[in-house]
């Protein structure tokens, strides 16, 4: 009797069947969306593995031409463009040393972010926050 009210034409989805698309799709965003954000993350970095590489360079032909590491980025001809996720500092440059440090910005997803490169090019990830 039922199915003559009904009809054999009945068309659409349960509720049964559309809470567990929703459970589904649910589990998928709570895997994918820490993922994104930690690729996210680390794609951010590489701003700042790519500008110490840079600094490194400036500081170097800088060293040929005075026999000393420069303490001021603008004479190594180093400035950043865009909107940059990391403030850069060189430590107390001397003829024979420098360190230049990258420190993630309030308001990036980087924030407190440090990377440190010496002369040698040793590049070093003291505080990561991609983890």
Known sequence: MLRKLRGNNSKGFTLIELMIVVAIIGILAAIAIPNFLTYQCKSRQSEAKANLGSIRVG????????????????????????????????????????????????????????????????????TNVCT
């Open 59 to 126: 500081e170097e032909s800088y060293f040929a031409e005075h026999d000393t590491y420069s303490a001021v980025k603008s004479a190594i001809g180093f400035a950043t463009k865009g909107t940059a996720k990391y403030t850069y500092s060189l430590a107390s440059p001397s003829s024979t040393a420098f360190t230049a440090t990258a420190t993630g910005l309030d308001g990036s997803n980087v924030k407190g972010d440090v990377w440190t490169m010496t002369q040698e090019g040793v590049l070093t990830n003291t």
